[in-house]
């Protein structure tokens, strides 16, 4: 149950765009295409923004969005804003109702 | 407005037991799975436990399996998370989160609703 790995962090431009890379195994990313993306500003709950490795909840703006190819999964912010600064997690399932998270991305807007 | 409230964190000694829930308001919690997350200082998040809907079907993280116990009380829609022989690297925040039910009703297996974290700190 090692925690997925994630760059420790990335930056951009507001209106810029960026991605955020996941990195499992062929137990976990690889082998289901349930791959969650959450944002999280410390002190507060997570969000949940994205389901089944590509999904948008309603409500959870356009700008972001995801894709899978392999054991990797990323996570796509597009038209930066100041709001979008916070930390990212992935999380995918592992098989018998065990889940296992990313290890985490700082995003800061310039 | 649909959440989830975490309570009964604190300060423990190692070695010692706490007792964390999670009170669910708004929507019908018998219906979800539910899991616990933790966030060390300085760490990501990292998947604990989950259970089922009625409550029968139950798995945990290698780092708690034996320490630690999840059990819900549907009538009183509250989750719980008894925690035992509790070790210093325990300490962190908590979450208790709620499983997504996509359009068609069913699990999508990710986590839509979540409560602000109960911190629980084990120190001498």
């Known amino acids: 149950q090692s925690a997925l790995t994630q760059p420790a962090s990335v930056s951009g431009s507001p209106g810029q765009s960026i991605t955020i890379s996941c990195t499992g195994t062929?137990?976990?990313?690889?082998?289901?295409?349930?791959v969650s993306w959450y944002q999280h500003h410390p002190g507060k709950a997570p969000k949940f923004l994205i389901y089944e490795g590509t999904k948008r909840p309603s409500g959870v703006s356009n700008r972001f969005s995801a894709s899978k190819s392999g054991n990797t999964a990323s996570l796509t912010i597009s038209g930066l804003q100041p709001e979008d600064e916070a930390d990212y997690y992935c999380c995918s399932y592992a098989g018998s109702r065990t889940y296992v998270f990313g290890s985490g991305t700082k995003v800061t807007v310039l | 407005e649909v959440q989830l409230v975490e309570s009964g964190g604190g300060l423990v000694q190692p070695g010692g037991s706490l007792r964390l829930s999670c009170a669910a308001s708004?929507?019908?919690?018998?219906?979800?799975?539910m899991i616990w997350v933790r966030q060390a200082p300085g760490e990501g998040l990292e998947w604990l436990s989950y259970i089922n809907p009625s409550g029968t079907t139950i798995y945990y993280a290698d780092s708690v399996r034996g320490r630690f116990s999840i059990s819900r009380d549907n009538a009183k829609n509250s989750l719980h998370l008894q925690m035992n022989s509790l070790r210093v690297e325990d300490t962190a925040v908590y979450y208790c989160?709620?499983?997504?039910?996509?359009?068609?009703?069913?699990?999508?297996?990710?986590?839509?609703?979540w409560g602000q974290g109960t911190m629980v700190t084990v120190s001498s």
């Open positions: 062929s137990s976990d990313v690889g082998n289901y295409n349930l």
């Open positions: 708004e929507f019908t919690f018998s219906s979800y799975e």
């Open positions: 989160a709620r499983e997504n039910l996509g359009y068609s009703g069913s699990g999508t297996y990710a986590f839509d609703i």
